[in-house]
């Protein structure tokens, strides 16, 4: 264990953070923390993310599995730690909010094509596989007491089902509708809204947490049979894969670790073996899949253990055990 504490605690500064406060229980105030945070944000990858994060929303979404776009990299600079108050991240922030819908979900630019249902031109819409996500980073950031995130979330909590979150969109969207069944439950929908609802202790035992977990288990029990919305859990899915952007093995791990109750189930287990089963000699890990929008990170490539995935893996065995 000593060995990988200096390993992470000496690897990139956003790694060195986390680990410090994340996996060493180090507090916010002391001073290895607090020189590992400033170095974080004054990184150059950072500082990059910051930069194309001030022309948010940026290109329009087409889709979510762009690794690339701004809404993935507005999540990930909260899973880095960044919050309100940090340079840049205000008016980032700003931006957000400034568009809320109706409903009460935030918005992102996006644009359908007719043979979708939508109209081919950009505008300002939610659906249930985005609008968690913006709501996730606002939480980290450090906004959860807001009304206007309070209002957002009633929302989206409110769209579950017996079996989960389904594809739901914005009114603004038409008859947009991701290819699957309608009964079925969207698996990265129901994914993201669990990520955002294991923010808030008065959602992290609540019915409709428990209706998503049990969707995402059951998922992966009956995977070999059942694809909803096309979401395969076979090879690719159990591929080690960073950042946390898309429907994989580790993302669905590090948010079902998020709530005490689930740990110990049998089906969340088997994914956390298949996990612990790629573990080198020196317990660390090795991206099997990259994002070649991510390429320049230390997890954009498959040749040598990534500090960054192995802090991942290790959070969220921590939780396990």
């Known amino acids: ?54 022309s948010w929303p940026g290109a329009a979404l087409k889709s979510h599995k762009s690794a690339g776009h701004l809404l993935h990299k507005l999540t990930f ?71 206007r995130i309070r209002t957002a979330v009633e929302h989206l909590s409110g769209l579950v089902r017996e079996n989960g979150w389904p594809c739901v969109v914005s009114k603004k969207a038409g008859s947009f509708r991701g290819p699957g069944k309608k009964g079925d439950p969207c698996p990265y929908a129901n994914l993201v809204m669990l990520k955002v609802l294991a923010e808030f202790d008065e959602w992290q035992d609540s019915e409709a947490t428990r209706l998503g977990v049990e969707a995402a288990l059951t998922l992966w029990e009956e995977r070999r049979e059942r694809h909803p919305y096309l979401f395969y859990m076979g090879t690719d899915f159990s591929k080690l894969k960073a950042p946390l952007i898309w429907y994989d093995i580790l993302h669905v791990t590090d948010v079902l670790t998020r709530f005490p109750w689930a740990r110990s189930d049998k089906r969340l ?14 317990g660390r890990y090795t991206p099997e899949s990259i994002w070649i929008a991510w390429k320049g990170w230390d997890f954009g490539q498959k040749k040598e253990p990534s500090p960054w995935l192995t802090f991942l893996v290790w959070r969220m065995l921590n939780r396990v055990a």
């Open 269 to 282: 287990l088997e994914m956390v073996e298949v996990i612990q089963s790629k573990v080198d000699a020196d």
């Open 1 to 54: 264990m000593e060995k990988m504490t200096d390993w992470l605690t000496s690897g990139p500064p956003w790694v060195e953070y986390r680990s410090r406060v994340d996996l060493f229980s180090e507090g916010e105030g002391s001073q290895g923390v607090q020189s590992a945070r400033e170095r974080l944000i004054d990184h150059p990858h950072v500082q990059a993310i910051l930069d194309e994060l001030a």
């Open 77 to 147: 600079l909260a899973d880095l730690g960044l919050c309100q108050g940090d340079p840049a991240v205000d008016k980032v922030i700003e931006r957000v909010l400034a568009h809320q819908s109706d409903e009460g979900p935030f918005e992102i630019v996006m644009n359908i094509h007719p043979r979708y249902g939508g109209k081919g031109e950009d505008e300002w819409i939610w659906m249930l596989c985005d609008a968690p996500l913006m709501l996730y980073a606002l939480v980290e950031f450090g906004l959860q007491d807001d009304t």
